[in-house]
T-cell receptor, first 118, second 117 residues
Framework: EAQVTQNPRYLITVTGKKLTVTCSQN?????MSWYRQDPGLGLRQIYYSMNVEVTDKGDVPEGYKVSRKEKRNFPLILESPSPNQTSLYFCASSSPFMSAGLAADEQFFGPGTRLTVL | SQQGEEDPQALSIQEGENATMNCSYK?????LQWYRQNSGRGLVHLILIRSNEREKHSGRLRVTLDTSKKSSSLLITASRAADTASYFCATRDEANAGGTSYGKLTFGQGTILTVHP
């Protein structure tokens, strides 16, 4: 089954304690992205990656880091979380090419990670 | 700032009625996509329309694109209670197409649709 998985699904942490949210996809997609969703603000892109070792900033990258060492994984790292990073986070993947019945450019989203920073 | 702006912010209708949501954007786009989200869950892709297309259909969904007005609309016909969800448009800029910024996708704030049984 084609899917994007995220872990953990829920996380409560304290200010300054480094954390990593993992994201993995099994569709061999080239593109992966991280978004945060906040009430009234919709989804805002944090970082995206076009392929292994290629990452770029989205609209709200401050306070976040990412890495893309393998095609399937795209972890989101918060080196020193702050309360304003409390949000619902989504990972997504896509490919610019049609393959195995999957449409080009269609983004597959993970189930979300609800993060609370106290 | 958000590229896509949805209108209305909230829509409440009865089952069987049609629901129309609109999305406006500011720059030239390569494609525009519509997504659906059920209450805090992950988004699900509904339909993608490219800048050289004017209309697309998928089941009860009809999407139109007017690049001269920089706007798109999503029509859900014969709505059902199960259509209750938030709907988002997302745009991929033409300037980013084929380049290293192709991965950049900008979402609107969404329309909350409530369909009453």
């Amino acid at each position: 089954e084609a899917q994007v998985t995220q872990n953990p699904r829920y996380l409560i942490t304290v200010t300054g304690k480094k954390l990593t949210v993992t994201c993995s996809q099994n569709m061999n997609h080239e593109y992966m992205s991280w978004y945060r969703q906040d009430p009234g603000l919709g989804l805002r892109q944090i970082y995206y990656s076009m392929n292994v070792e290629v990452t770029d900033k989205g609209d709200v990258p401050e306070g976040y880091k990412v890495s893309r060492k393998e095609k399937r994984n795209f972890p989101l790292i918060l080196e020193s979380p702050s309360p304003n990073q409390t949000s619902l986070y989504f990972c997504a993947s896509s490919s610019p090419f049609m393959s195995a019945g999957l449409a080009a450019d269609e983004q597959f989203f993970g189930p979300g990670t609800r993060l609370t920073v106290l | 700032s958000q590229q896509g702006e949805e209108d209305p912010q909230a829509l409440s209708i009865q089952e069987g009625e049609n629901a129309t949501m609109n999305c406006s954007y500011k720059t030239s786009i390569n494609n525009l996509q519509w997504y659906r989200q059920n209450s805090g869950r992950g988004l699900v892709h509904l339909i993608l329309i490219r800048s050289n297309e004017r209309e697309k259909h998928s089941g009860r969904l009809r999407v139109t694109l007017d690049t001269s007005k920089k706007s798109s609309s999503l029509l859900i016909t014969a709505s059902r209670a199960a259509d209750t969800a938030s709907y988002f448009c997302a745009t991929r800029d033409e300037a980013n197409a084929g380049g290293t910024s192709y991965g950049k996708l900008t979402f609107g704030q969404g329309t909350i649709l409530t369909v009453h049984p």
